[in-house]
Structures are given as C-alpha cells and as structure tokens.
T-cell receptor, first 116, second 114 residues
Framework: SAVISQKPSRDICQRGTSLTIQCQVD?????MFWYRQQPGQSLTLIAT?????????ESGFVIDKFPISRPNLTFSTLTVSNMSPEDSSIYLC?????????????FGSGTRLTVV | QKEVEQNSGPLSVPEGAIASLNCTYS??????FFWYRQYSGKSPELIMF????GDKEDGRFTAQLNKASQYVSLLIRDSQPSDSATYLC??????????????FGQGTILTVHP
C-alpha cells in the first residue's frame, strides 16, 4: 500500500504570495489527485495529475491559480498562487492504493494553509 | 441538489450501540462508493468501499448499497468512543476521465458517548 508524505504540514502565508506543496509517494502511481478542504467543509477535487501530461482541472479551478507539476511517478507539487484569505484550507493529495487488487484511495496527511 | 448528500448530524449514540450513517447520491452513473473517517485535524482514512448492491462487511463495519434508490449506508456495530469522528461518503463515476475522481458529501459528525 502507498505511503504518502506531504510537506509542509502547515504554513501561514501573506496574501499575494505563493506556496508550493509537495507530495511524495513511496511507490509509483499513475495518477495523483489534489483536493481542497475549506474550513468546516468537505473535500473538493482540484485537479488530477498524470506523469508526462498536463494536469486536468475541475470546474472552478484554473492552472494559473493552482499550477501542478508531476515530474515522475512518485512526486507531485501543487502551488497556490497569489494567495488570498479565501485560499485558507487544508490541501490534500491522494493516490490509488493498488497492487494486484484495488484497495481504494488514500490521502496524505494534508497541508493546513492559513493566509493572512 | 447536491451530488452527494449526508445528514451533517451530529449523530449521538451510546457506547456499544449500532451507529447508522446514510448517504444519497444523484449521479446514476456512480459505480463505486467509499466511506472515510476523519478525526479532527487529521486527513481522511478509508474505512471501506463497495461496488455491488447489497452488504459488505469488514469487522465492525458494514456498508450497504442500493443503486436503485441511490443510497449507501455505513453501519458501525458495538460503537466505541474512539469511533467519534466525521464520516465522509464519497462516490466515483469511474471510467474514462472520471477515473479516481471522488465526489464527497459534507460528512456526518458521529459522537459515541460512554
């Protein structure tokens, strides 16, 4: 099963700046998913990151605001650009857990972002 | 209408009782259904998932799926105070560009009191 490490675990940032969140998986995975969880809310999918291709974004999310990199099969980054207080959320990466059978989707420990 | 709906609760049950958590979904193309548990300040942990109509049991947890009614539930038997958390229902349409994309409900807060 995949173990996911996310960095940083939390950060407090000034509005107008950018933060890059890293997601490292201990095994190769085809797809990685980035979610946002706003305070008191559930999870919303931001984008899907496939190695070797552009990330695909869900409605309401754009590449200029949330650029994503996927340089290899074990690593991805999500950047939150030109931050505003509305970007204060927990950001989570997720991967499929599978080997010979499907085990579901697991999440990293998350990055708690506060924009001031 | 939200795509995935859950009663936000809080649902309060006594220790040892059965907790019943419910979820409805609007997309009839949904193929797989997931239950996650999220403790305060932590990331979601997968409890179990189900594809087929009927029941699926894993320890104290049973997931029930009724695709005709677009309804999925999670039963927790012998509830423990450590089960107190937010339970998130998620569905996946699967296939093509939908593969792996989960749509989550708002979550139900469960409190198990001694």
């Amino acid at each position: 099963s995949a173990v996911i490490s996310q960095k940083p675990s939390r950060d407090i940032c000034q509005r107008g700046t950018s933060l890059t969140i890293q997601c490292q998986v201990d095994s190769q995975v085809t797809m990685m998913f980035w979610y946002r969880q706003q305070p008191g809310q559930s999870l919303t999918l931001i984008a899907t990151a496939n190695q070797g291709s552009e990330a695909t974004y869900e409605s309401g999310f754009v590449i200029d605001k949330f650029p994503i990199s996927r340089p290899n099969l074990t690593f991805s980054t999500l950047t939150v650009s030109n931050m505003s207080p509305e970007d204060s959320s927990i950001y989570l990466c997720s991967v499929e857990r599978s080997g010979n059978i499907f085990y579901g989707y697991t999440f990293g420990s998350g990055t708690r972002l506060t924009v001031v | 209408q939200k795509e995935v709906e859950q009663n936000s609760g809080p649902l309060s049950v006594p220790e040892g009782a059965i907790a019943s958590l419910n979820c409805t979904y609007s997309d009839r193309g949904s193929q797989s259904f997931f239950w996650y548990r999220q403790y305060s300040g932590k990331s979601p942990e997968l409890i179990m998932f189900i594809y087929s109509n009927g029941d699926k049991e894993d320890g104290r947890f049973t997931a029930q799926l009724n695709k005709a009614s677009q309804y999925v539930s999670l039963l927790i038997r012998d509830s423990q105070p450590s089960d107190s958390a937010t339970y998130l229902c998620a569905v996946n349409r699967e296939g093509g560009t939908s593969y792996g994309k989960l749509t989550f409900g708002q979550g139900t807060i469960l409190t198990v009191h001694p």
